[in-house]
């Protein structure tokens, strides 16, 4: 492995590179082209995506006193009429019921992360429409301005929604508005995302599959050189490493698109090769590493035993690792979802760290030497699985992991259970349909 190349191409694709632009397609091509000079058949798999399209974004307080507020659209949520809704105004801290009880005709203010169901609450309770609060008091200016687009999880959203910044939600708050006035319009837009995908075949057990995965597209303000452009360059050393090292057991690396807006090219690629999936023992996926200051993470999705021989191997190479049994909000998600254990290695931050998410995110805060312990230790401990003259990984999950999947689902308005009993019914009440599809 050599850091210079990894540095040289981790440079080359720090540009921003939103899913479904020419740009995410230009990262493809250069991560594919890398895998073909590292020796691999690499090949490029596109994918349907929809994003929201937003026309018209506005929140004017009409009443007591004028005032404008620069907001950003919630994709995915339910339009307004051209005219917009008028209602009161009401503050909500928490979606407890105390709360709840006057907000009939009144455009909500909120905090926190919103499930749907909840959101599902507040429209039954005859609120109009809602405003997220985003940002940070603290934040330069320049960052202020940098309001992430979201979309809502889930379908068939209930209420139009927008996003202000905390600055202005307090100013918000503190006017006491009596007459709130939103507009909101979207529509969705069919895009092409795409998944770079090489493959190492195996020597002799080129049945059983490892998967490398770590996402290239970064969301809009960001060069994603932490997030992502460093695991994505992770996977492509560990490529030469293979190369160099044929294993027993057969290597796919996967660059995923459009994991920023929502784990979406893992979930297609997921959805793709169904049928192969049970060959597939293991998932490691890369998201965000090589920060100077930073300390080694790793995120189990998988067995209580494997987060143990993760952990026994670290302890031998004497490679200071943290450790968690959960899920992790990247492409892991979606390989653990379909049944592959998997976990994500990361590089974490102090408090008052490097950057994601905006503009800030650049090769500033990273350096070579860091970016290189984790692959080195990722390299000795794959290569063990890949040669293992039995897996070592066994497929299944921690209770307390299958427990966060589910709710995962769930919060993404992705209840499969629900959904296939749904279905059942169907096929029991009438001619069978497709069963619906959605992170
Ligand atoms: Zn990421």
Same mark, same amino acid.
């Given at each position: 492995?050599?850091?210079?190349?990894?540095?040289?191409?981790?440079?080359?694709?720090?540009?921003?590179?939103?899913?479904?632009? =020419?740009? @995410? &397609?230009?990262a493809? /091509?250069i991560?594919? #082209?890398?895998?073909?000079?590292? $020796?691999?058949?690499?090949? *490029?798999?596109?994918?349907?995506?929809?994003?929201?399209?937003?026309?018209?974004?506005?929140?004017?307080?009409?009443?007591?006193?004028?005032?404008?507020?620069?907001?950003?659209?919630?994709?995915?949520?339910?339009?307004?009429?051209?005219?917009?809704?008028?209602?009161?105004?009401?503050?909500?801290?928490?979606?407890?019921?105390?709360?709840?009880?006057?907000?009939?005709?009144?455009?909500?203010?909120?905090?926190?992360?919103?499930?749907?169901?909840?959101?599902?609450?507040i429209?039954?309770?005859?609120?109009?429409?809602?405003?997220?609060i985003?940002?940070?008091?603290?934040?330069?200016?320049?960052? =202020?301005? @940098? &309001?992430?687009?979201? /979309?809502?999880?889930? #379908?068939?959203?209930?209420?139009? $929604?927008?996003?202000?910044? *905390?600055?202005?939600?307090e100013k918000?708050v503190?006017?006491?508005?009596?007459?709130?006035?939103?507009?909101?319009?979207?529509?969705?837009?069919?895009?092409?995302?795409?998944?770079?995908?090489?493959?190492?075949?195996?020597?002799?057990?080129?049945?059983?599959?490892?998967?490398?995965?770590?996402?290239?597209?970064?969301?809009?303000?960001?060069?994603?050189?932490?997030?992502?452009?460093?695991?994505?360059?992770?996977?492509?050393?560990?490529?030469?490493?293979?190369?160099?090292?044929?294993?027993?057991?057969?290597?796919?690396?996967?660059?995923?698109?459009?994991?920023?807006i929502?784990?979406?090219?893992?979930?297609?690629?997921?959805?793709?090769?169904?049928?192969?999936?049970?060959?597939?023992?293991?998932?490691?996926?890369?998201?965000?590493?090589?920060?100077?200051?930073?300390?080694e993470?790793?995120?189990?999705?998988?067995?209580?035993?494997?987060?143990?021989?993760?952990?026994?191997?670290?302890?031998?190479?004497?490679?200071?690792?943290?450790?968690?049994?959960?899920?992790?909000?990247?492409?892991?998600?979606?390989f653990?979802?379909?049944?592959?254990?998997?976990?994500?290695?990361?590089r974490?931050?102090?408090?008052?760290?490097?950057?994601?998410h905006?503009?800030?995110?650049?090769?500033?805060?990273?350096?070579?030497?860091?970016?290189?312990?984790?692959?080195?230790?990722?390299?000795?401990?794959?290569?063990?699985?890949?040669?293992?003259?039995?897996?070592?990984?066994?497929r299944?999950f921690?209770?307390?992991?299958?427990?966060?999947?589910?709710?995962?689902?769930?919060?993404?308005?992705?209840?499969?259970?629900?959904?296939?009993?749904?279905?059942?019914?169907?096929?029991?009440?009438?001619?069978?349909?497709?069963?619906?599809?959605?992170?």
């Amino acid at each position: 492995m050599d850091k210079n190349r990894a540095w040289d191409l981790l440079n080359e694709i720090s540009f921003v590179r939103v899913a479904g632009t =020419k740009e @995410e &397609l230009k990262a493809a /091509n250069i991560l594919k #082209k890398a895998a073909e000079a590292a $020796g691999a058949e690499a090949v *490029i798999e596109d994918f349907e995506i929809e994003e929201a399209t937003i026309s018209e974004a506005t929140l004017e307080v009409l009443e007591p006193e004028y005032c404008r507020y620069p907001v950003i659209g919630i994709g995915k949520t339910k339009n307004t009429k051209k005219e917009g809704v008028v209602g009161g105004f009401k503050y909500l801290e928490n979606v407890k019921e105390a709360n709840l009880a006057d907000i009939k005709d009144k455009i909500v203010l909120m905090q926190g992360r919103v499930r749907p169901d909840m959101m599902k609450k507040i429209a039954e309770k005859g609120a109009l429409g809602y405003i997220m609060i985003g940002g940070d008091f603290y934040e330069e200016e320049s960052i =202020k301005n @940098e &309001l992430r687009p979201s /979309n809502a999880f889930g #379908k068939d959203n209930p209420l139009p $929604g927008l996003r202000i910044h *905390i600055d202005n939600a307090e100013k918000l708050v503190r006017s006491n508005p009596t007459k709130v006035r939103m507009v909101f319009r979207n529509r969705n837009k069919k895009g092409t995302s795409h998944n770079v995908i090489a493959t190492i075949p195996g020597t002799d057990l080129k049945d059983e599959v490892i998967a490398f995965s770590a996402h290239y597209d970064s969301v809009p303000y960001s060069k994603g050189s932490w997030d992502n452009g460093t695991g994505s360059v992770s996977i492509m050393e560990l490529l030469h490493y293979f190369i160099q090292n044929r294993p027993r057991r057969t290597l796919k690396f996967i660059w995923c698109g459009s994991e920023e807006i929502g784990l979406v090219g893992s979930r297609k690629y997921c959805e793709k090769h169904k049928d192969e999936l049970d060959k597939y023992i293991f998932n490691i996926n890369f998201d965000m590493t090589g920060v100077t200051l930073g300390y080694e993470f790793v995120c189990c999705s998988c067995s209580e035993d494997t987060l143990h021989a993760i952990q026994y191997v670290a302890d031998l190479e004497n490679y200071a690792l943290s450790t968690e049994l959960g899920t992790y909000s990247s492409d892991s998600s979606s390989f653990a979802g379909a049944g592959v254990p998997a976990c994500t290695f990361a590089r974490l931050n102090p408090r008052g760290g490097a950057q994601i998410h905006n503009h800030h995110d650049n090769m500033d805060h990273l350096d070579p030497d860091s970016f290189m312990i984790t692959i080195n230790f990722v390299a000795k401990f794959a290569d063990q699985i890949a040669n293992a003259p039995v897996n070592p990984i066994p497929r299944r999950f921690a209770e307390s992991v299958q427990k966060k999947m589910d709710e995962m689902k769930k919060f993404m308005g992705r209840d499969e259970k629900k959904d296939k009993d749904k279905k059942d019914k169907k096929d029991k009440d009438a001619k069978p349909e497709k069963k619906e599809k959605d992170k």
